[in-house]
């Protein structure tokens, strides 16, 4: 799916802005900005942990010379099911609050006229959605009135709303509906394939390199050859221009993107990019900031973008669900690997005497979606060359029979739809437990000792990790990330010797971590947990969110993150151990 952008035959209306909003319960609007959760931005607790439907509505003008383009509406991403209405017809339907969705409203919109955009939400989650949720009516004689309580088993905030830009754009009739780019390296020349969806047959491909041109080829499918090509790299991002052109007379269609050329492939204990061995350094990210919630926010993200630099960081996964393309965007500019997840996350009740992989709860309807999912995710983000694996769930309860038999088809399906990416699965299993990790390419493990066991007893540390991780080399023998690790830090509370929540201890626990992943070759990266505090939902666990992060919510660093910072700058994005 093609991000919409402007060129000579493309016109884009962003529809960012102050919108009108209600629930279902109330009857008069209110305003609402859009892109950003609704939950943070008044002061009525009961929007703040709204549950159901509520509307979004605002105009819009179409320009008259539209008559003879295609016109669609596209949402960014709304949380969690969505319908949308032009002018009282509804246009699409769509469930996931993480991908982008569309419908062509051609037909629908009124010229010389005002235009009303609706858009209904769902913010409650199910079963057959992903991430999971429940929502349950409690009534017992301490909760006469009833009372409704939506469970899910994942560490974020449901934050709800249009969380992405909503954007009207124009295409000629016959159009270049999607591209698809794969980049190999062959003795020095730089292969570019790519394969054009369009009802259209006469194309110009071209490539620059700032403005020069490299390579051109004609046709729907081609392959080019650029010689001595600049690679993309983490920490050296080279970026080429790539125009696809569809030649036909009276439907003249431009489309320009930027690709990066560079491969990725795992290898006996490396993950090798541009056949170099790559060092994973960064974190376990959420779209997450002070008010807006889970909306795009331009400044938080290039203020990430820059604190990743100044860290020494060169990676992130996107846990627990896909986010913005204005993030990848951004990565690919940067220089910055990607981890690319699945909004599969709290496939698990953490409770082994009930099964979640069985019947009503993560059954055959919830894998039909997660398939769905993974297609529209490779699909939106197949052309960016930061996302270098995709992950397909967080910390599912993969010990169970059913599991195995659903990651399997997930993984089948992913590598179908992307034989040119690594597989993982991030997992809070015992190594031997698992059913699944035998399927992925690289072992991805969230660990937390002296946090959530031991707690306090920063000695033990180094026996426990190392015993577990020389596990799951032998069993596996496959590269391994350690995807999360580290503890909750208020910033500000400071003990000596450490005591858990200070930043001594933060620093303590993550300087433990990282010498026992120096000892061991296997270990191709490190993601602390997390990038920055964020909101969760109420818990004795957590204090306003958890406060794992390297940076607060407001995006300034504790202790831990100098630690880091001299770290990571020391250890080289490639690196053989
Ligand atoms: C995990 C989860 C993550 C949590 C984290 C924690 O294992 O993957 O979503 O936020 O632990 O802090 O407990």
């Known amino acids: 799916m093609l991000y919409p952008k402007e060129s000579e035959t493309r016109e884009v209306k962003d529809l960012s802005g102050v919108w009108e909003f209600r629930t279902e319960i109330d009857k008069d609007y209110i305003l609402m900005p859009v892109p950003a959760s609704f939950n943070d931005v008044t002061q009525d607790i009961n929007l703040r942990d709204y549950i159901g439907k509520v509307f979004y509505k605002r105009s819009f003008f179409v320009p008259s010379y539209w008559r003879d383009k295609n016109i669609f509406v596209r949402i960014g991403a709304a949380t969690h099911s969505s319908e949308v209405y032009v002018n009282g017809v509804l246009v699409v339907k769509h469930k996931g609050g993480f991908l982008p969705f569309e419908a062509e409203i051609s037909d629908y919109v009124n010229y010389g006229k005002e235009n009303i955009l609706e858009i209904v939400l769902d913010n409650t989650l199910t079963w057959d959605i992903l991430p999971p949720g429940e929502l349950k009516t409690i009534e017992d004689n301490m909760h006469p009135k009833g009372y409704r309580i939506l469970n899910y088993y994942f560490d974020f905030y449901n934050y709800s709303g249009i969380h992405r830009p909503v954007m009207i754009y124009s295409t000629p009739k016959v159009y270049i509906k999607d591209i698809s780019i794969i980049t190999e ?69 431009v489309y320009r993107m930027e690709i990066g050329i560079r491969t990725v492939k795992v290898e006996g204990k490396q993950f090798l990019i541009n056949e170099k061995p790559f060092y994973f350094k960064g974190f376990g990210k959420h779209e997450d900031a002070d008010i807006r919630g889970k909306g795009l926010d331009h400044v938080i993200n290039v203020k990430d973008f820059n604190l990743l630099k100044w860290i020494g960081a060169n990676s992130f996964r996107t846990s627990h669900y896909p986010y913005s393309e204005e993030i990848l965007f951004l990565a690919d500019k940067y220089g910055i690997a990607v981890i690319e997840e699945a909004p599969a996350v709290g496939l698990n009740l953490w409770n082994r005497d009930e099964k979640v992989f069985t019947k009503g709860r993560v059954d055959e309807k919830t894998l039909e979606h997660h398939l769905e999912v993974m297609r529209d995710l490779i699909y939106r983000d197949r052309n960016h060359p930061s996302v270098v694996m995709w992950s397909v769930a967080n910390e599912a309860a993969t010990y169970e029979d059913g599991a195995e038999e659903y990651f399997k088809k997930v993984i089948e399906e992913t590598r179908k739809l992307d034989p040119t990416r690594p597989i993982t699965i991030v997992e809070n299993v015992a190594p031997k437990e698992t059913k699944v990790s035998k399927y992925v390419d690289v072992i991805c493990v969230n660990r937390y000792y002296s946090w959530y066991t031991d707690c306090g007893d920063l000695s033990i540390i180094e026996y ?34 450490p005591l858990m929540f200070t930043e001594e201890y933060q620093q303590e626990m993550i ?46 660093p504790k202790m831990v993150a100098h630690f880091l910072r001299e770290r990571w700058n020391k250890i080289p994005n490639f690196w053989k151990k």
């Not at 990790?465 to 999360?484: A, G, N, R």
């Not at 997390?530 to 919510?553: C, L, S, W, Y």
């Open 464 to 497: 426990q990790l190392e015993k577990e991780l020389k596990e799951w080399f032998e069993i596996y023998k496959k590269p391994l990330i350690l995807s999360e690790f580290g503890a909750d830090t208020i910033s500000g509370f400071h003990s000596d010797p």
């Open 511 to 556: 300087k433990k971590f990282v010498e026992v992943l120096d000892k061991l070759d296997f270990v191709v990266g490190e993601h602390v947990w997390n990038f920055a505090d964020f909101m969760t939902k109420q818990h004795i666990t957590r204090v306003v969110g958890n406060r794992k992060g390297v940076f607060t919510r407001n995006r300034q």
């Open 185 to 253: 390296i062959v003795n020095n020349f730089g292969i570019v394939k790519y394969s054009i969806e369009s009802e259209g047959k006469n194309f110009h491909v071209i490539l620059r390199d700032k403005g020069e041109i490299v390579a051109e080829s004609r046709g729907k499918d081609g392959v080019m050859e650029v010689r001595s090509p600049k690679l993309w790299e983490p920490g050296n991002s080279y970026l080429y221009n790539l125009e696809v052109r569809l030649l036909e007379k009276d439907n003249f269609d």
